[in-house]
């Protein structure tokens, strides 16, 4: 049984990106831990790159609400990151809180494997393609497992997620990582 963080980087609550994060937790569930960490309920600032984690008593940064994230991911053995596409990134709200992770203190992380699940609007074949080098250089410098994807087109508005077929992609990956 393993530990499970699903870090949701939507401030829409019941969004498309946040319904596809719960349905991927239904399978994940069955046989493992998990939370989710959704950045609506957190006051995460940019990086500012002063470097005082690196100086500062447990490698903690100055922003306080990092504080009971890096509990969480500390305890983690998997990291799903769910977010929307905004200009062929991720939410600016789920890049802060990443950013953070700068710290030494992520060395301390027992994560070996991480997932991805994003959610566009646009119809583009090459809408997900900055991210997945970004998700895929991560892999590589950190030494993780890549435990899938879940990349869905074509939903904007609220709830145009409902009744796809990823939805049932998203909960069978849930289901088959250990």
């Known amino acids: 049984m393993s530990n499970i963080v699903i870090l949701v980087g939507s401030m829409r609550r019941g969004g498309n990106t946040d319904l596809l ?3 991927f937790a239904e399978g994940v569930e069955q046989h ?4 989710i960490i959704s950045v609506a309920d957190y006051r995460i600032a940019p990086c500012i790159g002063c470097n005082t ?3 500062r008593e447990g490698n903690a940064c100055f922003n306080h609400d990092m504080d009971a994230i890096y509990e969480k991911l500390r305890h983690a053995d998997v990291l799903v990151i769910a977010s929307p596409v905004y200009f062929y990134g991720i939410s600016a709200e789920l890049k802060a ?6 710290t030494p203190m992520r060395n301390t992380f027992a994560i070996r494997k991480l ?14 393609d900055p991210i997945l080098m970004q998700y895929q250089m991560i892999l590589d410098f950190f030494h993780l497992m890549d435990a899938g994807k879940v990349l869905v087109r074509c ?3 609220k709830g145009d ?3 796809r077929p990823e939805m049932d992609e998203a909960y069978q990956l849930g289901f088959t990582i250990e």
């Open 21 to 23: 994060a719960r349905r």
């Open 32 to 35: 493992n831990n998990v939370e």
């Open 53 to 55: 984690c690196f100086t």
């Open 97 to 102: 809180i990443i950013d953070r992770l700068h």
């Open 115 to 128: 997932a991805l699940l994003l959610v566009g609007a646009a119809e583009l074949p090459n809408l997900f």
């Open 155 to 157: 939903v904007k508005d």
């Open 161 to 163: 997620i409902i009744g």
